[in-house]
C-alpha cells in the first residue's frame, strides 16, 4: 500500500475510535448547558434597553409647538380607541374606535410647564381638557372645560402619558372586567409605569385650517 493511502487509512481508523458523546450523556449535557448559558448571556447582551427607549422628555415632542397642530391620542393598551369627546353631552371624555373625526382631535397648546390641551372641535367656544368631579377622589372623570388645565405631557418611544400637574396621577382608560373598553371613560388614576392603558400614542392629523 501507498504511505500516503496508508496514513489517510490510519487517520479515518483512529478517528472512528475516538468516543463520542451519546444524546443524553454527561459530556453531551456538559456541551449542551455550555451552549445554553452561552445562548442566554447573548440574549441577555441583545435585548439590553437602549436608554432613550425609558428615558422621559417634557412634552410629546417638537410637532406639538406647532400653533394648529391637531393630534389623534390612540390608547396603547387598546390600540382601536382613540381619546374622544361624547357627543351625546358634548363634555364626557371617552375611549371610541378611531375615526380620526373633530371630536378626536387635539392640540397642544404651551402653558407654564405644561400643555392646556385644546379640542379642535368647532363651537362658538374653545374646549380644554379639564376633570369633573373630585369628591370621589378616585377615578376622577376627564371632560372638556372652558377652562384649561396646564398638563403635564411625558414621552417616550411608547408614547405619551398625560398627567395632573405636580401629582402622581394621570389619565387612564377605564375597562370593564370583560376587558371591553368601548365607550369607556377617561379617567385619573395613580401613575404606573407598567400600565399600558395609562399610554398613549399620538398622531398627526390635517386639519381642516391646514387644507385653506
Given at each position: ?7 489517510e487509512?490510519?487517520?479515518e481508523?483512529?478517528s472512528?475510535?475516538?468516543p463520542r458523546?451519546r444524546?443524553?450523556?454527561?459530556a ?12 442566554s448571556m447573548a440574549?441577555?447582551?441583545v ?5 432613550s427607549?425609558t428615558a422621559?422628555v417634557k ?7 406647532i400653533?394648529?397642530a391637531?393630534?389623534?391620542l390612540v390608547?396603547a ?5 382613540a ?14 374606535p378611531?375615526?380620526f373625526?373633530?371630536?378626536q ?21 374653545k374646549?380644554y ?10 377615578d ?10 396646564a398638563?403635564e405631557?411625558e414621552?417616550?418611544?411608547?408614547g405619551?402619558?398625560?398627567?395632573w400637574?405636580?401629582s402622581?396621577?394621570?389619565?387612564e382608560l377605564?375597562?370593564?372586567y ?12 395613580p ?9 398613549w ?5 390635517t386639519?381642516?385650517?391646514e387644507?385653506?
Amino acid at each position: 500500500m501507498e504511505p500516503v493511502k496508508q496514513a489517510e487509512l490510519k487517520s479515518e481508523v483512529e478517528s472512528a475510535l475516538v468516543p463520542r458523546p451519546r444524546a443524553g450523556s454527561v459530556a453531551n449535557a456538559v456541551t449542551v448547558t455550555a451552549l445554553e448559558v452561552a445562548s442566554s448571556m447573548a440574549a441577555m447582551t441583545v435585548t439590553k434597553p437602549d436608554a432613550s427607549e425609558t428615558a422621559l422628555v417634557k412634552g410629546p415632542g417638537f410637532e406639538a409647538s406647532i400653533p394648529g397642530a391637531a393630534f389623534v391620542l390612540v390608547n396603547a393598551r387598546y390600540p382601536g380607541q382613540a381619546l374622544t369627546i361624547d357627543m351625546v353631552d358634548r363634555k364626557t371624555v371617552v375611549g371610541y374606535p378611531t375615526q380620526f373625526g373633530q371630536n378626536q382631535q387635539w392640540e397642544f397648546v404651551p402653558s407654564g410647564a405644561g400643555f392646556a390641551i385644546r379640542s379642535m372641535l368647532p363651537g362658538g367656544k374653545k374646549l380644554y381638557l379639564s376633570v369633573g368631579d373630585w369628591r370621589g377622589c378616585e377615578d376622577v372623570p376627564v371632560v372638556v372645560s372652558a377652562y384649561p388645565v396646564a398638563w403635564e405631557v411625558e414621552g417616550s418611544k411608547k408614547g405619551i402619558r398625560i398627567g395632573w400637574p405636580n401629582s402622581d396621577v394621570g389619565f387612564e382608560l377605564e375597562e370593564d372586567y370583560d376587558g371591553n373598553s368601548v365607550n369607556n371613560k377617561i379617567v385619573l388614576r395613580p401613575t404606573a409605569p407598567t400600565r399600558l392603558s395609562q399610554v398613549w400614542r399620538y398622531h398627526r392629523v390635517t386639519t381642516i385650517q391646514e387644507c385653506k
